[in-house]
């Protein structure tokens, strides 16, 4: 995601490990910044990307492959900041990826978050990490968006994408072991009722907000 044009609908063209690629639309949100003196217009856009080990377009595909409604499964969101400038943020303790991290981390199931290319990062050279930087003359912009839009702890000006990882819900119904603190005994705990066999699909306005939270 290399424009940082704020647009009530835009694309991401995203490509895993193996090369393969898919473009995914988001419908953008609009937010109001309050981050620094100066308000600016956002857009915030989440979209559930990949359940078990398959990049989706749509929950339902998966339901029909996945088969085991006793189970449950977890999910990947990724989510895009537009309209972010440059400068925001912090070197250290506050910086941009401190803050979303900080409200990430209080969504519950949330267990893991990247930003940019996050964990495939560590498989690339330099040369191949680093963003170029370019102008138009008017404005100074990167090449590419390895970084995820955020350099140092700082916004660089382009779109703000990090991919929040969400556990499988733990409420299943297939039997599963504990323990009884009373007798201090192995036994078997069988949860009764309905529970969300994924709750990432419900999770993806909740990264969404966190997000606008964090840049306000």
């Known amino acids: 995601l290399v424009t940082n044009d704020l647009d009530s609908k835009f694309s991401v063209v995203i490509t895993d490990a193996q090369g393969n690629t898919e473009t995914v639309d988001y419908i953008a949100t609009e937010v109001t910044s309050s981050f620094t003196t100066h308000r600016q217009p956002l857009a915030t856009a989440g979209k559930l990307t990949q359940m078990l080990n398959i990049n989706i377009d749509a929950s339902t595909t998966i339901a029909a492959q996945w088969g085991d409604f006793d189970n449950s499964i977890g999910g990947v969101i990724e989510c895009a900041v537009i309209g972010l400038k440059p400068g925001l943020g912090e070197h250290m303790f506050w910086g941009m990826e401190n803050r979303i991290s900080h409200l990430l981390f209080g969504v519950p199931a949330v267990k893991g978050i990247e930003f940019g290319e996050g964990f495939a990062i560590a498989k690339m050279r330099g040369s191949e990490a680093n963003d170029p930087f370019a102008t138009d003359g008017e404005r100074i912009f990167t090449t ?18 990090f991919r929040v990882a969400v556990k499988p819900t733990p409420s299943i119904a297939k039997p599963q072991k504990t323990v009884d603190l009373t007798t201090m005994e192995e036994t078997e705990l069988v949860i009764h009722g309905r529970h969300d066999p994924c709750i990432a699909v419900r999770a993806v306005p909740v990264v969404e907000a966190v997000a606008a939270i964090a840049l306000t």
Do not use: E, R
């Open 144 to 161: 590419s968006n390895h970084s995820g839009g955020i350099q140092g702890g700082i916004s660089n000006g382009m779109p703000l994408l």
